[in-house]
């Protein structure tokens, strides 16, 4: 079956940069991605790369796909507390339909900004 | 864009009721909606996906007649929980897709939880 997986806790200082890391198993995923979770709120998409590319720099936030080795990677530069939070990354995979794609997620990385 | 309701965002019920949770699409027609279920400190668990006017598709292990879902228009899905017991309190989010965006569009979420 097709399994995401992330390790589940990160701590940095304020200042650094975070790099959040990420595995899949689903070599057709087309379409990978970067969501955050603030406590009790729903998800909000950060950002997401097409499995064709390598890399994807939106401001604070670097994206780095391996696609040999199904490896995701978020990087997010000068770290702030606002940034504390989980985040999940996830793939696409169409269902039977193919009028929709589902989401397959992580577990979540809950990632921790200390002062 | 792309801004999901959902409604309520708490509830807090007696064992034996039903409960519905109502997901909007505010500014754009959803195709598509998934519904997920979200433990503490888990990842998303996604419970069904829905299109407007035709019957939505259960995962495995989920009870389509304990979780009624109704996709009835292009911006609203609802998901009612029948008969709840204390082991369905939960975190229930829902999500919305259309042709034009990549990727889902997430929903605030509503704590349920029966007593």
């Known amino acids: 079956g097709e399994d995401v997986e992330q390790s589940l806790f990160l701590s940095v200082r304020e200042g650094d940069s975070s790099v959040i890391n990420c595995t899949y198993t689903?070599?057709?995923?087309?379409?990978l991605y970067w969501y955050k979770q603030e406590p009790g709120a729903g998800l909000q998409l950060l950002t997401y790369?097409?499995?064709?590319?390598d890399m994807k720099q939106d401001q604070r936030l670097t994206v780095l796909l391996n696609k040999k080795d199904k490896h995701l990677s978020l990087r997010i530069a000068d770290t702030q507390t606002g940034d504390s939070a989980i985040y999940f990354c996830?793939?696409?995979?169409?269902?039977?339909?193919?009028?929709?794609?589902?989401?397959?997620f992580g577990s979540g990385t809950q990632l921790t900004v200390l002062p | 864009g792309a801004v999901v309701s959902q409604h309520p965002s708490r509830v807090i019920c007696k064992s034996g009721t039903s409960v519905k949770i109502e997901c909007r699409s505010l500014d754009f027609q959803a195709t598509t909606m998934f519904w997920y279920r979200q433990f503490p400190k888990q990842s998303l668990m996604l419970m069904a996906t829905s299109n407007e006017g035709s019957k939505a598709t259960y995962e495995q292990g989920v009870e389509k007649d304990k979780f009624l879902i109704n996709h009835a228009s292009l911006t609203l899905s609802t998901l009612t929980v029948t008969s709840a017991h204390p082991e369905d309190s939960s975190f229930y989010i829902c999500?919305?897709?259309?042709?034009?965006?990549?990727?889902?569009?997430f929903g605030p979420g509503t704590r349920l939880t029966v007593l």
């Open positions: 790369i097409f499995s064709n590319m």
């Open positions: 996830a793939e696409t995979r169409a269902i039977s339909s193919g009028s929709a794609r589902q989401l397959t």
């Open positions: 689903d070599s057709s995923s087309t379409y």
């Open positions: 999500s919305a897709s259309y042709g034009g965006r990549v990727g889902q569009f």
